[in-house]
């Protein structure tokens, strides 16, 4: 019986350790223990996520996050810069949008990040209320370059909101040092944990635009979220078998700590984009980012058919690709609780079945290739 393992980027897998503590029995949440429970997590997630601002964890999922953060610091009728380059990107537009912003969208070629240059000469431009990016956009597996843009934002009266939803917990994320005033992720990627959390980190400068705004939504509502956080409490019911989860995840990470699970990530994805090629593949985004790869299919190939007998003969799972790339390509996650062994694993299940659908390559290549990279990495 083969076990299942996640290769998608979200859910990832949770580590067994994470799931005995979520199965433990519930307890009240308006209670010291609960309040004991929460500031070991928030002292955690400032760690993970490199800030000294306060984190704001609502249950939901990261679009829950998101739309907090734009809800809360951009008024009806404001101006917004999005960065636009894959499809969650379109969704931080969507939700602006919806909320009756003035968008101005800066777009980039799928598989292609948004430019320093560009951001620069927009911003230029005009005034804005916000400007939004994903750090790590996951349907196109590319990375921009946000401690450039960043540091751009920082000169203006915008506030930078940043979908950090597969880079935190995998790639260098440093908003303090470099700026960033809301970064938002969820619990289901990098965190190790299943889907239903939603995290913002919200600097000075955010919460003084926060207290500007007026907005109609009590749930997501940050300023009851920030002043619960200041009692290690929530506003509302949390998700306490999540947080008590969460707890656990957190320790896990910051015990083998960021710098050794950044170099972890990186390791994997190279040798993950290694593979590819000496299989005679193409990998997917000129400006690949290391959570999650894509990579292109040979002339040919069905995608459900592909991933389909990766589950089916060694129920592996990985992901299609979204938007303009679905069928196109499939992606790898290499966040969380994943090794050597798993991607290892992976890339000679890759070679299997890609033999028996008819691509041609010399098999083991791949195998051989990543094995080269891990080397390196266990140096």
């Given at each position: 019986?083969?076990?299942?393992?996640?290769?998608?980027?979200?859910?990832?897998?949770?580590?067994?350790?994470?799931?005995?503590?979520?199965?433990?029995?519930?307890?009240?949440?308006?209670?010291?223990?609960?309040?004991?429970?929460?500031?070991?997590?928030?002292?955690?997630?400032?760690?993970?996520?490199?800030?000294?601002?306060?984190?704001?964890?609502?249950?939901?999922?990261?679009?829950?996050?998101?739309?907090?953060?734009?809800?809360?610091?951009?008024?009806?009728?404001?101006?917004?810069?999005?960065?636009?380059?894959?499809?969650?990107?379109?969704?931080?537009?969507?939700?602006?949008?919806?909320?009756?912003?003035?968008?101005?969208?800066?777009?980039?070629?799928?598989?292609?990040?948004?430019?320093?240059?560009?951001?620069?000469?927009?911003?230029?431009?005009?005034?804005?209320?916000?400007?939004?990016?994903?750090?790590?956009?996951?349907?196109?597996?590319?990375?921009?370059?946000?401690?450039?843009?960043?540091?751009?934002?920082?000169?203006?009266?915008?506030?930078?909101?940043?979908?950090g939803i597969t880079s935190v917990g995998a790639i260098p994320v440093k908003p303090d040092e470099w700026g960033v005033d809301m970064l938002v992720t969820g619990s289901q990627k990098a965190l190790m944990l299943p889907?239903?959390?939603?995290?913002?980190?919200?600097?000075?400068?955010?919460?003084?635009?926060?207290?500007?705004?007026?907005?109609?939504?009590?749930?997501?509502?940050?300023?009851?979220?920030?002043?619960?956080?200041?009692?290690?409490?929530?506003?509302?019911?949390?998700?306490?078998?999540?947080?008590?989860?969460?707890?656990?995840?957190?320790?896990?990470?910051?015990?083998?700590?960021?710098?050794?699970?950044?170099?972890?990530?990186?390791?994997?994805?190279?040798?993950?984009?290694?593979?590819?090629?000496?299989?005679?593949?193409?990998?997917?985004?000129?400006?690949?980012?290391?959570?999650?790869?894509?990579?292109?299919?040979?002339?040919?190939?069905?995608?459900?058919?592909?991933?389909?007998?990766?589950?089916?003969?060694?129920?592996?799972?990985?992901?299609?690709?979204?938007?303009?790339?679905?069928?196109?390509?499939?992606?790898?996650?290499?966040?969380?609780?994943?090794?050597?062994?798993?991607?290892?694993?992976?890339?000679?299940?890759?070679?299997?079945?890609?033999?028996?659908?008819?691509?041609?390559?010399?098999?083991?290549?791949?195998?051989?290739?990543?094995?080269?990279?891990?080397?390196?990495?266990?140096?």
């Amino acid at each position: 019986m083969n076990r299942m393992r996640l290769f998608t980027p979200g859910p990832t897998s949770v580590p067994e350790e994470v799931l005995l503590e979520m199965a433990k029995p519930v307890f009240h949440h308006r209670t010291q223990e609960y309040r004991t429970l929460f500031a070991a997590v928030n002292k955690n997630l400032q760690e993970v996520l490199q800030t000294k601002n306060p984190v704001v964890t609502i249950a939901g999922s990261g679009t829950a996050g998101f739309e907090a953060a734009m809800i809360n610091t951009i008024p009806q009728g404001g101006s917004v810069l999005a960065l636009s380059n894959g499809k969650f990107a379109e969704r931080w537009v969507t939700i602006a949008k919806r909320n009756k912003c003035q968008v101005t969208e800066l777009k980039a070629e799928y598989g292609h990040a948004v430019k320093p240059e560009a951001v620069a000469a927009a911003l230029a431009g005009k005034k804005f209320d916000a400007v939004t990016l994903c750090h790590s956009e996951t349907s196109t597996c590319t990375r921009n370059d946000l401690q450039a843009i960043a540091g751009l934002v920082r000169a203006t009266d915008a506030i930078l909101i940043v979908d950090g939803i597969t880079s935190v917990g995998a790639i260098p994320v440093k908003p303090d040092e470099w700026g960033v005033d809301m970064l938002v992720t969820g619990s289901q990627k990098a965190l190790m944990l299943p889907p239903g959390l939603a995290f913002v980190s919200v600097s000075e400068k955010a919460r003084k635009k926060i207290e500007t705004v007026v907005q109609p939504n009590l749930y997501l509502s940050l300023p009851h979220y920030l002043k619960s956080l200041a009692e290690n409490d929530v506003p509302w019911t949390p998700a306490v078998t999540l947080v008590r989860g969460l707890n656990k995840a957190l320790e896990m990470i910051v015990q083998e700590g960021m710098a050794n699970v950044w170099r972890r990530t990186a390791g994997l994805a190279r040798a993950t984009r290694a593979a590819a090629v000496a299989m005679g593949l193409k990998v997917f985004s000129q400006d690949p980012v290391d959570s999650v790869t894509g990579i292109y299919y040979p002339a040919g190939f069905d995608d459900k058919a592909f991933r389909g007998a990766l589950r089916k003969e060694f129920n592996m799972n990985t992901a299609a690709g979204q938007g303009s790339m679905e069928g196109k390509i499939f992606r790898i996650s290499h966040m969380g609780y994943v090794d050597a062994p798993d991607t290892l694993g992976l890339i000679s299940a890759i070679e299997v079945v890609m033999k028996k659908q008819g691509h041609q390559f010399t098999f083991g290549a791949g195998v051989a290739a990543a094995h080269q990279e891990l080397a390196t990495l266990a140096g």
